[in-house]
């Protein structure tokens, strides 16, 4: 994910530093697996930037709300 939203930058112009964490294999396992990563650290540079534009989505959203900008399309459908 390019772009220099929030802190999120693309590759070339990241700051990248070694760093050593306790992780848990299984969880590292299926995020990798999701994901389709090649190796460890790419699996959770795409986690970390996966959450980084969670964030974006919501304060988009949150953005939109205060507008007036989202319907609530099933309104109607809702029983009394």
Same mark, same amino acid.
């Given at each position: 994910?390019?772009?220099?939203?929030?802190?999120?930058?693309?590759?070339?112009?990241?700051?990248?530093?070694?760093?050593?964490?306790?992780?848990?294999?299984?969880?590292? /396992?299926?995020?990798? #697996? &999701?994901? *389709?990563?090649?190796?460890?650290?790419? +699996?959770?540079?795409?986690?970390?930037?996966?959450?980084?534009?969670?964030?974006?989505?919501? /304060?988009?959203?949150? #953005? &939109?709300? *205060?507008?007036?900008?989202?319907?609530? +399309?099933?309104?109607?459908?809702?029983?009394?």
């Amino acid at each position: 994910m390019a772009g220099t939203q929030r802190g999120r930058r693309s590759k070339s112009s990241s700051e990248i530093r070694r760093k050593n964490v306790n992780i848990d294999q299984v969880k590292l /396992d299926r995020v990798r #697996a &999701l994901l *389709g990563s090649s190796s460890e650290t790419e +699996a959770i540079d795409q986690a970390l930037d996966a959450l980084l534009f969670r964030e974006d989505l919501i /304060d988009g959203i949150a #953005a &939109l709300s *205060g507008i007036g900008g989202v319907v609530d +399309a099933y309104e109607d459908d809702r029983e009394p």
